[in-house]
Nanobody, 123 residues
């Protein structure tokens, strides 16, 4: 099983990035996909989640209205569109897979994880 994030980088305050999470080795459509982030100072925290086959999404309060989670099951890829970024969004971002979508926002709810992609927002 592999989850490979891409799309991170350096962006100015107010800018946008689109993260991708390409998944292989599992039945992608049977997994809810989550996005988390982590900095050296903080524990890994929930950012966003999209349910199986994508009818439902949920977001942390600090990103609601700025970030959008989506998925393309034909490409076995999940996405996180991030708008109006600010320096507090600087972190390593991880995607994760939750079999049958029975979990929610806790890292322990997810069976598989990517390696992370760095997002840095300059002021």
């Amino acid at each position: 099983v592999q989850l490979v994030e891409s799309g991170g980088g350096l962006v100015e305050t107010g800018g946008s990035l689109r993260l991708s999470c390409a998944v292989s080795g599992l039945a992608f459509s049977n997994y809810a996909m989550g996005w988390f982030r982590q900095t050296p100072e903080k524990e890994r925290e929930f950012v966003a989640r999209i349910t199986l086959r994508g009818p439902g999404t949920s977001y942390a309060d600090f990103v609601r209205g700025r970030f959008t989670a989506s998925r393309d099951d034909s490409k076995r890829t999940a996405y996180l569109q991030m708008e109006n970024l600010n320096p507090n969004d600087t972190a390593v971002y991880y995607c994760a897979a939750d079999h049958w979508g029975i979990g929610d926002r806790r890292p322990g709810d997810y069976e598989y994880w990517g390696q992370g992609t760095q997002v840095t927002v300059s002021s």
